[in-house]
């Protein structure tokens, strides 16, 4: 596939190789880096998943906004770059364009990653957990851009399902209402991030990278826009029960109500004060929930490239 020479894109250049080779290559978003973990485990973990692509037969591209440029696959320089940057904009499809027109640098949230993916042909992206309907969201209005995202742009993102900081009843009515696949991985539950399940049942199960690829083809073929959300669940030995991890998610709720955190604000100040009360764990969890998204990633991108 040749990119349109108008678009503002910058592919690094293993990227690039890869690209022209009609390799598969796997998307990373760059707000779980800025906003998602603490440095220096931010730069430590992303550095471990392009590995982990790597090491599964495909090229990572890590994606962010620098010098008015999309960044398809950053430099490690780069990387670390904005592992230690202060004041980077967390971007989702209402500001990806202005931060892109007026400068400065971006990290692209999920439905962020998934535009700027489609726009360099990119079929699959791993992440850690995708946005969703937050609890009180029947007064605060506060939906995540990721679920419309996952509606209207054909990627196929692979996340742990969504964080029990969320509504996620409401988060699965809410993509069933978009008419979004949302694929258990290997379990019949809808997984809950650091928890194995969420005690509610996936409307869809599949087993293996290859018939989650058939399917991202099919909807290509049928006309229907969008992507898919495949859930993957965290590993066993990573796990923390939602028994266990429930009380800090409470206690982290409250204190942002407290505050009167809002909007973009909500889901990076939660994801901290977890990781405080939680004293790391849900750091831990964390990381290896990515690693295994990144590794299954890896198969669906090989199965893109090998059914194309
Ligand atoms: N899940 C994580 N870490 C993160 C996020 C989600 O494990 O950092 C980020 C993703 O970039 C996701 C965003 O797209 O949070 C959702 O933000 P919001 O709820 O404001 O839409
Ligand atoms: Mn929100």
Redesign the pocket.
Known sequence: MTLPPTLPLILSPEVAEAHAKGAPIVAL?S??IT??MPFPQNVETARRVEAEVRAHGATPATIAIMDRQIHIGLTDPQLEALGQAKAVAKL?RADLAACLATGGTGAT???ATMICARLAGIGVFA?????GVHRGAETSFDI???LRELAETPVTVVAAGA?AILDLPKTLEYLETLGVPVIAYGQDDFPA?WSRSSGLKAPLRMDDAASIAAAQRMRTRLGLPGGQLVANPIPASAEIPRAEIMPQIEAALAEAEAQGIAA?A???FL?QRIFELTQGRSLEA?IALVLNNARLGAAIARELAAQT
């Open positions: 978003e707000t779980i906003h998602g989702s949230t999920v439905a992440t850690g957990g995708i946005g995540s851009a990721d964080k991030f973009k909500v889901t990076p994801l964390n």
